[in-house]
């Protein structure tokens, strides 16, 4: 952008991700800069991890596309790191006020920590998402999901991502923080969802401790989540071990026999608490949408789901449920909910031909990877029946990353996806209203900018002829005309 220097094209990126990223890659290769300078999108500054960052010279903004360039930077532990999901707000620079100390353990979890650390963390954290464990919260998820899908009623248009949100939400309170903390957690998602919004807002380039401006109220968020998680996590250790994921944190020993400590079990409460809902809403509401214009996939789900005779899925049915199991790859494949994956190089290191000199930012992009069509026929096509026969590698097709690194709670998600999918499809169908528009909102994740209204139909009942809607994210996908 003219006059704005190096600015102007971060803004270019921060503005639309998926497009201007795909006119780098289509002008310079694989391998593009959005600015070459210290421009910080996602990490701090100087850290006691990254010293080199203090005095980074040619350190920049990079996007990478193409699976062996994924596997140097997934699988290199020691050269490409994470940084707590603050980025850039994260204080480093000087001794943090007592307004900024929240900040230093707020979303930190396994993403801030790294190398031997990080191995150290995922031990501990591993038996809370051991497959038994996971298994066991299905019963959870069908309750919740069932007294969610219990408020429909035929003809209503209602707001499907709001509704997955709530959804989502009260999985991730009741399997964290068990059933005494379902209040108190369900306010803690509030100010999460919140925490998050106002992280990305433009506002936030103001770095002022002043009312009312966004760095003012994240702050003032900051502290009352980590009042709130802090209470949750105190009141758990005076009442002793539960069933949820919390007591298993705190009970949780590595093999010096140490454990995590309060900083140490807030930030991962954070971390499992947002990612917990964040991307399973978003991944829900892009395949309701997938759907809703693919009538005729939409019914051979169907065909499938009626195997079910209306009974929520047993985890052991999820595994014979192909179909169920292709269109929700499918729908991550075309919309990953994490579409850009962000690591700060903690070492000079080179990449693709190209040197990166310590404190570079690059991006991954998972959307560009999979609309590769040298790996995906058709890539721009909905075609959940690929998945009969196909196997792309982690590093072609990894919706929750791949390496040391890649989401523990995975199977977690797609365990939660496809029950509320299988039992809200085998009750109703979900149609778009006339001159429907869906803009995706890219940040962190990807979700629908203003909601996902759609129309309760009965289910079995044909969809209508023209399923057109508007909006930008028909760029993203070769949708029906």
Avoid at 314 to 342: A, F, I, N, W, Y
Wanted: glycine fraction near 8%; proline fraction near 7%; include cysteine.
């Amino acid at each position: 952008m003219w006059g704005l220097g190096v600015r102007g094209n971060a803004l270019r990126w921060i503005h639309d991700p998926i497009g201007y990223a795909g006119r780098l890659f289509a002008r310079y290769g694989n391998v593009a800069a959005v600015v070459r300078a210290p421009l910080r999108i996602v990490s701090p500054g100087p850290t006691p991890l990254i010293p080199a960052l203090a005095h980074a010279r040619g350190a920049g903004v990079v996007l990478i596309n193409g699976a062996d360039l994924n596997r140097q930077v997934l699988t290199d532990h020691e050269r490409f790191y994470m940084v707590a999901l603050s980025g850039r707000l994260f204080p480093t620079r000087h001794v943090p006020t007592p307004r900024e100390q929240p900040v230093t353990r707020m979303m930190t979890g396994l993403f801030n920590v790294n190398s031997s650390e990080h191995r150290k963390h995922r031990r501990l954290l591993m038996p809370a998402f051991a497959k038994t464990r996971i298994d066991a919260y299905r019963d959870d998820m069908v309750k919740i999901a069932g007294e969610i899908f219990d408020q429909y009623r035929l003809g209503e248009t209602r707001d499907i991502h709001a509704d997955m949100t709530e959804l989502t939400l009260r999985v991730a309170t009741k399997t964290l923080f068990g059933e005494d903390e379902g209040v108190r957690g369900s306010e803690l998602a509030r100010l999460m969802q919140r925490w998050l919004l106002t992280m990305i807002s433009l506002g936030m380039l103001v770095h002022s401790d002043t009312p009312p401006l966004p760095y003012w109220r994240f702050l003032n968020l900051t502290h009352a989540i980590d009042e709130k998680t802090a209470a949750i996590l105190r009141a758990r250790r005076k009442r002793g071990a539960g069933a949820d994921m919390l007591s298993m944190l705190i009970d949780a020993r590595d093999e010096d026999g140490s454990a995590l400590d309060e900083d140490e079990l807030i930030g991962h409460t954070g971390v499992i608490f947002a990612a917990g809902h964040e991307t399973s809403t978003n991944a829900l509401a892009w395949t309701l949408l997938f759907l809703s214009q693919h009538p005729s996939v939409a019914r051979d789900l169907d065909d499938e789901l009626a195997t079910l005779h209306g009974a929520p899925p047993t985890v052991d049915d999820l595994q014979r449920l192909t179909l169920l199991d292709g269109v929700v790859k499918e729908s991550m494949r075309l919309l990953p909910p994490v579409p850009l994956h962000p690591r700060v190089v903690a070492q000079d290191s080179e990449l693709g031909g190209h040197t990166f000199p310590a404190g570079s930012e690059i991006f991954l992009s998972i959307f560009h990877m999979h609309h590769d069509p040298a790996v995906f026929t058709d890539a721009e096509t909905f075609l959940p029946k690929r998945w009969e026969t196909i196997k792309p590698t982690v590093y072609e097709y990894n919706p929750f990353s791949a390496g040391p690194r890649m989401c523990i709670g995975a199977s977690f998600a797609m365990m939660e996806i496809k029950i509320v999918l299988a039992m809200l499809l085998s009750r109703f169908r979900l149609e778009l209203p006339r001159n429907a528009r869906v803009d995706p909102r890219v940040a962190i994740t990807m979700a629908p900018r203003r909601g996902l209204r759609m129309t309760v139909r009965e289910r079995g009942t044909p969809p209508p002829s023209t399923v057109g809607f508007k909006g930008k994210v028909r760029r993203l996908a070769l949708w029906p005309s």
